[in-house]
C-alpha cells in the first residue's frame, strides 16, 4: 500500500497578555464563549509598567512558542499617556510584541458595544459609572468577573459589529485630539479571526436566544 503523506499544517497560536485581572478575565471568557482552542490569555507576573509588560509578554511568547502576542493595557493600568504608547513602540517591534490599549480602560471597549462617547473622555470612573446603569453591579474588577459578571462577553456579544463601529466613530475624534486612537481593540479582534478562524458559540446559542 502506497503511504500517503500527512500535508495537514498545524495550526497556528496566539497569545494575549493582560496587564489587570479584570482584562485576563475578559478575553478568558472570549477564548472560551467562542472556542477559540489555539488563543491563550495570561495575566501580568507582575509588571509595574507598559514596558516591563512588554517584556514579561515576550518571555512568555518564546517559552510558549506563539505565532503571535499581543499585550493588553489599559491607559488606567500604568497612568500612561498616549507618548507612552509610540514610545513603547521601538522595544514591542523589537521583541515582537504588539500592543493592545484603551484609553482609559478596557470599560471603554464594553462601552462601545452600546453607544459612541460624543466627546473624549479620560477618567476611567465615567466610564463604568455609564456602564452601571446599562449593567447592574458593572465593575471593572477580577471579583466581578468572577461573580456577577462570569458571562459579561457573551451578554454583549451580538453588539460586537455596533462596538467595531463605535471604535472606529470615537478614535476619529480622539485621534485628532491625541493623535493616537482611544482604542485598537478591533485590531485585536483582527488577529483572532487571522490566528484562531471565526467565533463557535453554537454550544451558547440558547443563551444569546434568552438575551436576544
Given at each position: 500500500?502506497?503511504?500517503?503523506?500527512?500535508?495537514?499544517?498545524?495550526?497556528?497560536?496566539?497569545?494575549?497578555?493582560?496587564?489587570?485581572?479584570?482584562?485576563?478575565?475578559?478575553?478568558?471568557?472570549?477564548?472560551?464563549?467562542?472556542?477559540?482552542?489555539?488563543?491563550?490569555?495570561?495575566?501580568?507576573?507582575?509588571?509595574?509598567?507598559?514596558?516591563?509588560?512588554?517584556?514579561?509578554?515576550?518571555?512568555?511568547?518564546?517559552?510558549?512558542?506563539?505565532?503571535?502576542?499581543?499585550?493588553?493595557?489599559?491607559?488606567?493600568?500604568?497612568?500612561?499617556?498616549?507618548?507612552?504608547?509610540?514610545?513603547?513602540?521601538?522595544?514591542a517591534e523589537k521583541k515582537r510584541v504588539k500592543i493592545g490599549w484603551s484609553n482609559p480602560s478596557l470599560s471603554l471597549w464594553?462601552?462601545?458595544?452600546?453607544?459612541?462617547?460624543?466627546?473624549?473622555?479620560?477618567?476611567?470612573?465615567?466610564?463604568?459609572?455609564?456602564?452601571?446603569?446599562?449593567?447592574?453591579?458593572?465593575?471593572?474588577?477580577?471579583?466581578?468577573?468572577?461573580?456577577?459578571?462570569?458571562?459579561?462577553?457573551?451578554?454583549?456579544?451580538?453588539?460586537?459589529?455596533?462596538?467595531?463601529?463605535?471604535?472606529?466613530?470615537?478614535?476619529?475624534?480622539?485621534?485628532?485630539?491625541?493623535?493616537?486612537?482611544?482604542?485598537?481593540?478591533?485590531?485585536?479582534?483582527?488577529?483572532?479571526?487571522?490566528?484562531?478562524?471565526?467565533?463557535?458559540?453554537?454550544?451558547?446559542?440558547?443563551?444569546?436566544?434568552?438575551?436576544?
Amino acid at each position: 500500500m502506497k503511504r500517503t503523506r500527512n500535508t495537514k499544517t498545524a495550526k497556528q497560536s496566539m497569545l494575549i497578555y493582560a496587564a489587570s485581572e479584570f482584562e485576563a478575565q475578559y478575553f478568558g471568557q472570549v477564548r472560551k464563549d467562542c472556542r477559540y482552542t489555539n488563543l491563550t490569555v495570561m495575566q501580568s507576573e507582575g509588571a509595574d509598567s507598559l514596558e516591563k509588560l512588554i517584556v514579561e509578554a515576550s518571555h512568555a511568547r518564546l517559552r510558549g512558542k506563539f505565532d503571535c502576542a499581543w499585550v493588553l493595557v489599559g491607559f488606567s493600568d500604568f497612568n500612561l499617556k498616549p507618548a507612552d504608547i509610540k514610545a513603547a513602540q521601538e522595544l514591542a517591534e523589537k521583541k515582537r510584541v504588539k500592543i493592545g490599549w484603551s484609553n482609559p480602560s478596557l470599560s471603554l471597549w464594553v462601552y462601545l458595544h452600546f453607544k459612541a462617547p460624543s466627546m473624549v473622555i479620560t477618567d476611567p470612573d465615567m466610564i463604568t459609572e455609564a456602564l452601571a446603569k446599562s449593567i447592574p453591579d458593572y465593575a471593572e474588577t477580577g471579583e466581578y468577573m468572577g461573580g456577577k459578571g462570569q458571562n459579561l462577553h457573551l451578554a454583549l456579544f451580538t453588539n460586537f459589529s455596533r462596538a467595531i463601529a463605535n471604535a472606529g466613530t470615537y478614535n476619529r475624534i480622539c485621534e485628532s485630539s491625541f493623535g493616537l486612537p482611544a482604542t485598537n481593540i478591533p485590531d485585536i479582534y483582527a488577529d483572532i479571526l487571522k490566528f484562531c478562524g471565526n467565533a463557535d458559540i453554537t454550544h451558547n446559542q440558547k443563551m444569546l436566544t434568552k438575551r436576544a
